[in-house]
T-cell receptor
Framework: KQEVTQIPAALSVPEGENLVLNCSFT??????LQWFRQDPGKGLTSLLL?????REQTSGRLNASLDKSSGRSTLYIAASQPGDSATYLC??????????FGGGTRVLVKP | EPEVTQTPSHQVTQMGQEVILRCVPI?????FYWYRQILGQKVEFLVS????????KSEIFDDQFSVERPDGSNFTLKIRSTKLEDSAMYFC??????????????FGPGTRLTVL
């Protein structure tokens, strides 16, 4: 059974610092991995999708890497801003349709 | 930009009552999903739906739950007799396809269900 873990559970950084968020999964037979942002009491906004054949994906200040063999992905957010404060979730898609989610990392960027 | 919408945003019900949560997926998408998130816990998969039938369901999705696409736009989740432990945020999602590695799932804003 696929298990997805995100460490740390919470992170607080001063504005301008780079953020590094980690995601690990137990079964490397995945099709893709998605990173989401969740604001308090709100839905999930898709940030990036990395296909199993890719090593990284970039969108603006966001860069996500994937090491499928070791079961790890890292989301980097450059030059963090207070507006980046949110919970970041990773989710993996293996065989079938479902996404399996990690518990999230709650990020606070202090001005 | 197209988005998934859900109604209502918040539903309060008494234990044992039936509830129907509604979703309008992105218009050209073919695959539809329900997930839930109990407060403080992980987002959990409930069910996926394609071509008017369930394609996959989790062990959470027991006989109390059902899904339907009653017309060309709505996708509903019905809970027949709600329990206290059904209190959660319920998310609808859709994707344009599911068998490949590039199928981004797009999520709605959620319906917060509170069972009293």
């Amino acid at each position: 059974k696929q298990e997805v873990t995100q460490i740390p559970a919470a992170l607080s950084v001063p504005e301008g610092e780079n953020l590094v968020l980690n995601c690990s999964f137990t079964d490397s037979a995945i099709y893709n991995l998605q990173w989401f942002r969740q604001d308090p009491g709100k839905g999930l906004t898709s940030l990036l999708l990395i296909q199993s054949s890719q090593r990284e994906q970039t969108s603006g200040r966001l860069n996500a890497s994937l090491d499928k063999s070791s079961g790890r992905s890292t989301l980097y957010i450059a030059a963090s801003q207070p507006g980046d404060s949110a919970t970041y979730l990773c989710a993996v898609k293996a065989a079938g349709n479902k996404l399996t989610f990690g518990g999230g990392t709650r990020v606070l960027v202090k001005p | 930009e197209p988005e998934v919408t859900q109604t209502p945003s918040h539903q309060v019900t008494q234990m044992g009552q039936e509830v129907i949560l509604r979703c309008v997926p992105i218009s050209n998408h073919l695959y539809f999903y329900w997930y839930r998130q109990i407060l403080g816990q992980k987002v959990e998969f409930l069910v996926s739906f394609y071509n008017n039938e369930i394609s996959e369901k989790s062990e959470i999705f027991d006989d109390q739950f059902s899904v339907e696409r009653p017309d060309g736009s709505n996708f509903t989740l019905k809970i027949r007799s709600t329990k206290l432990e059904d209190s959660a945020m319920y998310f609808c999602a859709s994707s344009s396809w599911s068998s490949g590695s590039t199928d981004t799932q797009y999520f709605g804003p959620g319906t917060r269900l509170t069972v009293l």
